[in-house]
């Protein structure tokens, strides 16, 4: 007797993309903003907002005001306020591995928290490096113009330009010795 296979249900994004194509596909304006798509989904019915959690909601729009709020270091520098580390612990009521965000600030940071969000951070450059790499390869290779793109992902000497600038200083013009 033959099983039936389970369709798997769509993620939210799988759901959220089909509704970006249903408005590509409807003859709406393309290339479009976020906010007109949103508009279309609202007035079509193709997006209800969904009962979401008030904690939830609280929780999200918190991590966004603190990742956004920065400060001034004792030596000038702009930094984040606040930080957070992704960590794993034992979920009290179920004694499972959980990973949860801890958010710390320059008061309450310590080295170890610095050094699991820097490499954390460093990871998260590092995919967005990749997927950059690959958008221009995709680029490279498919598009009909014959255009190639060639981006270093090498950032030492912008780094290195914006700590001491760019202002263009050439050497002082050497004389002309005349042998007259």
């Not at 904690?55 to 030596?75: F, K, S, V």
């Not at 060639?150 to 950032?155: I, P």
């Not at 600038?165 to 002309?176: A, L």
């Amino acid at each position: 007797m033959p099983s039936k296979a389970r369709v798997r249900d769509k993620t939210k994004n799988e759901r959220l993309q089909d509704i970006c194509n249903q408005y590509i596909a409807d003859g709406q304006p393309w290339p479009a903003g976020k906010k007109a798509i949103a508009a279309w989904a609202i007035r079509t019915k193709r997006w209800t907002a969904p009962q979401k959690s008030l904690i939830d909601q609280c929780a999200q729009e918190l991590a966004d005001a603190m990742r956004a709020e920065m400060e001034t270091d004792p030596q000038g520098r702009t930094v984040h306020a606040k930080r957070f580390a992704k960590i794993k612990e034992v979920d009290e009521d179920t004694g499972n591995l959980v990973q949860k965000m801890i958010w710390f600030d320059s008061h309450t940071r310590t080295g170890q928290l610095m050094r699991v969000s820097q490499a954390q951070w460093r990871k998260s450059i590092l995919g967005e490096c990749r997927q950059f790499r690959i958008e221009e390869e995709s680029f490279n290779d498919n598009n009909t113009e014959g255009a190639v793109l060639t981006s270093s992902l090498d950032f030492e000497i912008d780094l290195h330009d914006e700590k001491h600038g760019t202002e263009y200083n050439p050497s002082p013009p050497q004389d002309d010795q005349d042998d007259s």
